[in-house]
């Protein structure tokens, strides 16, 4: 079946991208800071590369709807491939410098807001024409393989480092993405063109509160994720054991999510979308409070493990309520917008996030952020579910 294949390619080359990004993360700022000797700049080119995903509503209205087939989304991955290359190309000719990280930056940005929602919805299409609730499936599998890399890619890296591989790591990823764009050409786009047509993300809500309330859920544990992150390594450097809990606490999260994935599809199933992802962020955000009170490396490992595990079947529900509700040019643009909630939520989490830790203590940050967590998360699912359940007598009223 060509849709099946269609789905692995997609998979295993978004996979493979995915985990050579994570080597870059552990790569990157050590060669940028080898290069220019500034601690500042090994940020510039992360920060760069937000400005384009979070502006994209605006100019990639159209753009992100021109990625609808595998050979667009090849010429995408063309233009983030260069992107990437420029860092390792100046470093190797001493020629770094941050206007350069900039750019280059920006330019990834640009890549990153065009081909990420565009390869989800173009997965999602090849899962329509696979069978009916395929789509669902393929976005949370996805999601699944990215943990994977989440879990793998940074050990990996890590060792390559200390083996004195680092510039090369950054290589890695620029022909990863071209070879996982490159592979994607002949899987054809679903339907026909509509000319002209290019919704907004906004327009594309209308109609779907369900879609823009999990949105508000998902939003808010992006912006307290800070405190999980920043939070676990301050108390390690605190305590004398720098790295450790941040590194228990990931990994616990990455296992808990390849656990949660494999069972993903069977809850979303069973549970209505919106209390499933209400449940799921308020069990985060009970697992950080958790954090913030049983510090010790078995208990952030423990916590981590529960949080990653349940954060799956949330995303998995907002999946399924977009696919199940859109497809085609408004498919696309609430990929997008996602994407841009995602963005711009976590990016104004970490801006606040150290002054926040430096005022009231890491501890004391797990705590009130997990508490924030909980509070929407469950203040979103009541009222949902108490709408429903007017509507439901209304209907019962007026049959």
Request: charged share 10%; aromatic share 4%; glycine share 16%.
């Amino acid at each position: 079946m060509r849709a099946r294949s269609e789905a692995a390619v997609l998979l295993a080359s978004g996979g493979v991208s995915d985990l050579a990004m994570r080597f870059t993360q552990v790569a990157l700022p050590l060669v940028i800071l080898q290069q220019t000797g500034s601690v500042a700049a090994t940020g510039l080119v992360g920060g760069a590369a937000g400005v384009p995903v979070l502006l994209s509503p605006w100019w990639g209205r159209r753009a992100r709807q021109w990625v609808d087939s595998g050979a667009r989304l090849a010429v995408v991955a063309v233009v983030t491939a260069v992107a990437l290359a420029m860092v390792p190309a100046a470093a190797g000719l001493g020629l770094l410098t941050p206007g350069l990280l900039v750019a280059g930056g920006l330019l990834l940005g640009c890549g990153d807001a065009l081909g990420t929602p565009g390869r989800t919805a173009l997965l999602a299409d090849v899962g329509d024409r696979w069978a009916p609730g395929k789509a669902v499936v393929l976005l949370t599998w996805q999601d699944g393989v990215r943990r994977v890399g989440m879990v793998v890619g940074p050990v990996l890296g890590a060792v390559a480092v200390a083996a004195g591989i680092t510039n090369a790591l950054l290589w890695v990823e620029a022909v990863a993405v071209l070879i996982g764009g490159l592979v994607c050409i002949g899987i054809r786009r679903e339907g026909g063109r509509v000319g002209g047509v290019a919704p907004s993300i906004r327009g594309s809500l209308v109609g779907r509160r369900a879609v823009a309330l999990g949105w508000v859920i998902r939003g808010t544990g992006c912006v307290t994720w800070f405190a999980f992150t920043l939070g676990l390594s301050v108390i390690g450097a605190e305590r004398g054991r720098p790295g450790v809990y941040l590194a228990a606490g990931t990994s616990g999260y990455g296992v808990g999510a390849l656990a949660g994935t494999l069972v993903a599809v069977h809850v979303i199933r069973r549970v209505p979308a919106v209390p499933l992802a209400a449940v799921a962020w308020a069990v985060v955000g009970l697992c950080w409070i958790g954090m913030g009170l049983w510090v010790s490396p078995e208990g952030v490992a423990i916590l981590g493990c529960l949080s990653g595990m349940v954060v799956v079947w949330g995303i998995a529900a907002i999946s399924a309520m977009i696919t199940r509700s859109s497809d085609g040019a408004d498919r696309r643009a609430l990929l997008s917008g996602q994407s841009v909630v995602v963005n711009a939520s976590s990016s104004a989490g970490l801006l606040v996030g150290g002054s926040i830790i430096a005022a009231v203590g890491a501890e004391s940050t797990l705590i009130g952020a997990g508490l924030l967590t909980t509070l929407v998360a469950v203040a979103v699912g009541w009222s949902a579910t108490t709408r429903q359940r007017h509507a439901e007598r209304a209907a019962g009223v007026s049959g």
